[in-house]
């Protein structure tokens, strides 16, 4: 396969690493010199220009910060569209909204070629050991053209639906996460505060209605989960600022269709504040940082 890669940050990197390491031909694009230089290092054909990266392909990864990214790469001035070979597939793993998407896949129709959407989850972990799993909207054809290369950077690839609702579940599950991170942390916050040992509330919490994965295997409280950022100072994990951005998604994507998401309104502002506050970087569980109230 001759593959583009657009978009080699903290994932896209990695994953282009794995396609290079299974032995496919890699052209790759990024903004940043310092992401180009490591997909270089890894094997990756250097390009100067997304239209530049694209000319060989066959298929086309993109792995981009938000939406204004994604419809620039590809329908920007130096877009991808015009430059791509009839018959090409391009897949957007970038976490944006439905429509986005949607509008970029109807705009390619005029080139011949097929654009998808395939948003991840595993983060940057996942994204190192290739075992992502892919959400993926579109119509059964184009599907089964995905397997082949997304199997190369993950183990769960599922068929959400057409365009534009793999977007849609990972908004959901992500609406989800947030909330229930809130969640934990307030309950971990106050029981600290009534005097119980944080460990032995999780303990119950963990073999309790309260379970999960937030509380399990990501416990906002250091020390709770060997493995989670909570214990590394909140570093290296999914940073508050994406968190933000994927609320932000879903309060917008309810808004469209006039769906009340009330506790989703509620914590992304939670995380807005903590973004604020200066933290946006940290891993998105340093939100029981707006429940640990210094006592006078
Ligand atoms: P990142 O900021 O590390 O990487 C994005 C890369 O895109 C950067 O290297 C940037 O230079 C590049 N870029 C921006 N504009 C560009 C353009 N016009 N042309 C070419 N390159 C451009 O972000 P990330 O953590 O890799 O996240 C990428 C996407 O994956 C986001 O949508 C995020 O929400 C989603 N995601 C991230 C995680 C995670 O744990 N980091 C998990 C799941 C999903």
Redesign the pocket.
């Known amino acids: 396969m001759n593959i583009a890669f657009?978009?080699?940050?903290?994932?896209?990197g990695a994953m282009a690493h794995n396609l290079l390491k299974a032995g496919q031909n890699v052209w790759g694009?990024?903004?940043?010199p310092k992401?180009l230089q490591q997909f270089a290092d890894a094997g990756g054909v250097v390009c100067q220009s997304?239209q530049a990266a694209v000319q060989q392909a066959d298929i086309v990864i993109s792995?981009?910060?938000?939406a204004k990214?994604v419809r620039?790469?590809y329908l920007g001035e130096d877009g991808i569209l015009v430059a791509l070979k009839a018959g090409s597939l391009c897949i957007d793993c970038?976490?944006i909204d439905p429509k986005t998407i949607q509008d970029i896949s109807a705009a390619a129709l005029a080139y011949q070629v097929n654009v998808c959407d395939a948003?991840?989850?595993g983060?940057?972990i996942g994204a190192q050991a290739g075992t992502l799993t892919f959400m993926v909207g579109a119509d059964a054809e184009t599907f089964a053209a995905t397997q082949a290369v997304l199997s190369l950077m993950g183990k769960n690839i599922v068929h959400c639906g057409d365009v534009g609702t793999g977007q849609v579940a990972k908004i959901c599950n992500n609406l989800i996460l947030g909330i229930s991170m809130a969640a934990v942390a307030e309950g971990m916050a106050l029981g600290a505060q009534l005097g119980i040992d944080p460990q032995a509330l999780a303990g119950v919490i963990n073999s309790s209605s309260g379970r999960c994965w937030s509380s399990e295997v990501c416990n906002p409280w250091p020390g709770i989960s060997p493995n989670a950022p909570a214990s590394r100072n909140y570093q290296d994990g999914?940073a508050a600022q994406?968190m933000l951005?994927d609320l932000g998604l879903a309060v917008e994507a309810a808004g469209q269709v006039k769906q009340p998401i009330v506790l989703g309104g509620l914590v992304q502002q939670l995380y807005q504040q903590l973004c604020l506050q200066g933290n946006a970087n940290l891993d998105f569980s340093s939100i029981i940082q707006q429940y640990l109230v210094a006592k006078a």
């Open positions: 657009i978009g080699l940050g903290n994932m896209g694009f990024d903004l940043s992401a997304p792995m981009l910060p938000a990214h620039e790469v970038s976490t948003p991840v989850s983060g940057t999914f994406l951005k």
